[in-house]
């Protein structure tokens, strides 16, 4: 199981960024798959949850700026971030739970950077 992510930059407060995971192995449809972000000094925290049967769960600094969303055929997992805002900068994780495997995984993380 591997996940890659592409996506991330520099942007300026109030701008976009689309964050891509690719994954491969297993079954990804039924998978529950995310966003983590971690800032230097801080914790790992979610961003972005989005299980097999669709429903999503988001951080409450995030909502209604971010959209995370799938597509099963390509076996991708996208992170829409809009609206940017400088505390949104850290390093974003893809993250992928393996349910036939029940193993979780991790990509190698893609650096976003909010300028003010």
């Known amino acids: 199981v591997q996940l890659v992510e592409s996506g991330g930059g520099s942007v300026q407060a109030g701008g976009s960024l689309r964050l891509s995971c690719a994954a491969s192995?297993?079954?990804?449809?039924?998978?529950?798959v995310g966003w983590y972000r971690q800032a230097p000094g801080n914790q790992r925290e979610m961003v972005a949850i989005?299980?097999?049967?669709?429903?999503?769960n988001y951080a409450d600094s995030v909502k209604g700026r971010f959209t995370i969303s799938r597509d099963n055929a390509k076996n991708t997992v996208y992170l829409q971030m809009n609206t940017l805002k400088p505390e949104d900068t850290g390093v974003y994780f893809c993250?992928?739970?393996?349910?036939?495997?029940?193993?979780?995984?991790w990509g190698q993380g893609t650096q976003v950077t909010v300028s003010s």
């Open positions: 993250y992928r739970k393996v349910i036939v495997l029940s193993r979780e995984y």
């Open positions: 192995g297993g079954i990804f449809s039924m998978d529950t």
């Open positions: 989005l299980i097999g049967g669709g429903s999503t």
